[in-house]
């Protein structure tokens, strides 16, 4: 049964944030960047692992991610959710079951032993697939899913992810080129606000975490990281 809940959209990303902030899975550091496997040096962190943990916020984000389908997806566009291994998973699993569709999860790679599958479920040809990632900073991750689907023979014309970076002009390039309408729920600029509105956090952070978000690459390389990707 679809529970979906349709909240204005820009509610749902300050709700979104503010349970974020509230069980503490981001974190601004201004002084001492956080280091990504990429080299980037980054005053933000996230880990929407956490969202699993708390089964009220749970069930609000899984219900806010469904609504964001519908709205502006549709009702009748998908056969199944499939999600990206490991932290698409779960998320994929209670997305499906609010919007009544079958669930697949997609490894990384293929698993080397007895069929070599790199998806695990049921899937026919042609199926109309919707690719969930927990997160995504500029899509690279969400496409290694994307074209597994694409090459088992799923269609995907869209991809969720209930966090977006939205500050890399590299991801919206990538949907594009890629031919995939990405949906999200909220992004740094929302959490940021809210950091802002409640005063979580002293002038200069607030700064710097701002400066970060306004050009990611130029902070990352004053400040330790790479400066180009």
Same mark, same amino acid.
């Given at each position: 049964?679809?529970?979906?809940? /349709?909240?204005?959209?820009?509610?749902?990303?300050?709700?979104?944030?503010?349970?974020?902030?509230?069980?503490?899975?981001?974190?601004?550091?201004?002084?001492?960047?956080? #280091?990504?496997?990429?080299?980037? $040096?980054?005053?933000?962190?996230?880990?929407?692992? #956490?969202?699993?943990?708390?089964?009220?916020?749970?069930?609000?984000?899984?219900? /806010?991610?469904?609504?964001?389908?519908?709205?502006?997806?549709?009702?009748?566009? /998908?056969?199944?959710?499939?999600?990206?291994?490991?932290?698409?998973?779960?998320?994929?699993?209670?997305?499906?079951?609010?919007?009544?569709?079958?669930?697949?999860?997609?490894? #990384?790679?293929?698993?080397?032993?007895?069929?070599?599958?790199? +998806? =695990?479920?049921?899937?026919?040809?042609?199926?109309?697939?919707?690719? +969930? =990632?927990?997160? %995504?900073?500029?899509?690279?991750?969400?496409?290694?899913?994307?074209?597994?689907?694409? @090459?088992?023979?799923?269609?995907?014309?869209?991809?969720? $992810?209930?966090?977006?970076?939205? +500050?890399?002009?590299?991801? @919206?390039?990538? /949907?594009?080129?890629?031919?995939? #309408?990405?949906?999200?729920?909220? %992004?740094?600029?929302?959490?940021?606000?809210?950091?802002?509105?409640?005063?979580?956090?002293?002038?200069? %952070?607030?700064? =710097?975490?701002? $400066?970060?978000?306004?050009?990611?690459? $130029?902070?990352?390389?004053?400040?330790?990281?790479?400066?180009?990707?």
């Amino acid at each position: 049964m679809i529970q979906a809940t /349709f909240t204005d959209r820009a509610v749902m990303a300050e709700l979104v944030a503010k349970m974020l902030w509230e069980i503490k899975a981001v974190h601004f550091n201004a002084a001492q960047p956080y #280091k990504f496997a990429s080299g980037m $040096a980054s005053p933000v962190y996230i880990d929407c692992r #956490k969202l699993l943990s708390f089964p009220r916020v749970r069930s609000t984000v899984m219900d /806010f991610a469904a609504s964001v389908v519908l709205r502006e997806a549709g009702f009748e566009k /998908f056969d199944c959710i499939a999600g990206g291994e490991t932290a698409g998973i779960p998320f994929a699993a209670l997305l499906a079951d609010r919007l009544s569709l079958p669930m697949i999860y997609v490894r #990384k790679q293929p698993k080397g032993h007895g069929r070599n599958a790199q +998806i =695990e479920g049921n899937m026919p040809e042609g199926s109309r697939v919707l690719v +969930i =990632e927990d997160l %995504t900073t500029a899509g690279g991750s969400m496409f290694k899913f994307i074209d597994a689907v694409r @090459a088992a023979g799923g269609v995907v014309d869209h991809g969720i $992810a209930l966090f977006y970076y939205g +500050i890399f002009d590299e991801g @919206a390039l990538r /949907f594009a080129d890629g031919k995939v #309408k990405l949906h999200y729920i909220a %992004t740094w600029r929302d959490v940021l606000a809210v950091a802002k509105a409640q005063k979580l956090f002293d002038e200069t %952070t607030l700064n =710097e975490v701002e $400066a970060f978000l306004d050009a990611p690459l $130029a902070w990352s390389g004053r400040n330790g990281g790479i400066s180009s990707l």
